[in-house]
């Protein structure tokens, strides 16, 4: 018979990368996390996890497991989350999801300023856009904050409501000793195909599409010396004078020896925007919708 522990553990396999950090992560001992992983693996037949010197990884199966009962642990945790602060606090739990550039640059503003009067705890999950869409048509986000290329939207769905905050331009990221940054005006990426360039690590992210596209009507593949998705690392490395990159502005960092320009070539942005449920929402939704509205038109001005 399935247990939620079996799944509950499968999970902390996936996040933690070894059967002692899942116990650790589920504070039971580490036979029990064994003890769970191979009732479930006995039960469907197939290996979830390979085991190795170094930690452990789930197989093709196992992650195709979790994503099916990820939403599920999503809407458990979630109940427990509310019934525990109705219980302790008398308050509802606001959970909002967000990429890593929109939390730390447009979220602790607006959600201050959203909150204001209201004895509310904010709960925020960081992921990237698709995992997040999945959370907030699951139920385990009240709302979240993504971004996407431009006209995408329509695939989330009749159930969904995502509305455009701002656009996001691309700009090229180059050490401050480059020789293209120490030209004036945009930057022609033609000149940059002998460069070594920082990627992220899926296939999904719109800044990769958008340089494989536009290096590729000019001729040349970008070669790829570097995959991160930490924009504090892709700036590091660049300003080490190892890559150049393709980085959304919202995505720009202070503090490094280098410089963002624009390109020569139309590159286009990415879209961010703001996703929830079709239907009636919790009032916080929105007013934390207007707050980000607002810090997108002051980012609109000139």
């Known amino acids: 018979m399935l247990d939620l522990r079996q799944f509950q553990v499968l999970r902390a ?3 933690s990368g070894s059967l002692a950090g899942a116990a650790r992560e589920l504070h039971y001992g580490q036979p029990t996390i064994s003890y769970h992983l191979a009732a479930l693996e006995a039960h469907l037949g197939v290996k979830l996890v390979e085991r190795g010197p ?5 197989t093709d199966v196992g992650t195709m497991v979790l994503e099916h009962a990820g939403a599920v642990l999503d809407r458990i945790d979630a109940v427990e989350a509310d019934v525990e602060a109705r219980a302790k606090h008398g308050v509802s739990t606001l959970r909002i999801g967000a990429f890593h550039s929109a939390a730390s640059r447009l979220l602790p503003q607006a959600v201050r300023d959203a909150a204001i009067g209201s004895d509310v705890r904010i709960e925020l999950i960081e992921a990237e856009p698709l995992d997040l869409v999945a959370r907030v048509r699951a139920g385990s986000l009240h709302c979240a904050v993504i971004y996407d290329v431009g006209g995408a939207g329509a695939r989330y769905g009749a159930d969904m409501r995502a509305e455009t905050l701002f656009d996001d331009p691309y700009r090229v990221l180059l050490p401050a000793s480059h020789p293209q940054a120490r030209a004036a005006g ?12 920082i990627v992220s690590r899926g296939s999904y992210d719109p800044s990769d599409q958008t340089l494989f596209a536009t290096c590729q009507s000019l001729g040349f ?3 790829t010396v570097l995959r991160t998705d930490d924009y504090g690392v892709v700036h590091g490395f660049v300003a080490a004078g190892t890559a150049v990159a393709l980085v959304p502005e919202l995505a720009l960092e202070a503090g490094y020896d280098v410089v963002a320009r624009p390109a020569v070539q139309v590159l286009g942005s990415r879209s961010v925007r703001f996703l929830a449920p079709q239907g009636t929402q919790p009032a916080l939704v929105g007013r934390l919708r207007e707050e980000l509205h607002r810090a997108a038109a002051i980012r609109k001005m000139p």
């Open 221 to 223: 593949r970008p070669r």
């Open 13 to 15: 396999v996936a996040s």
């Open 186 to 197: 945009p930057v022609d990426i033609e000149l940059l195909a002998d460069d070594g360039w």
């Open 54 to 58: 170094t930690g452990a990884v789930l």
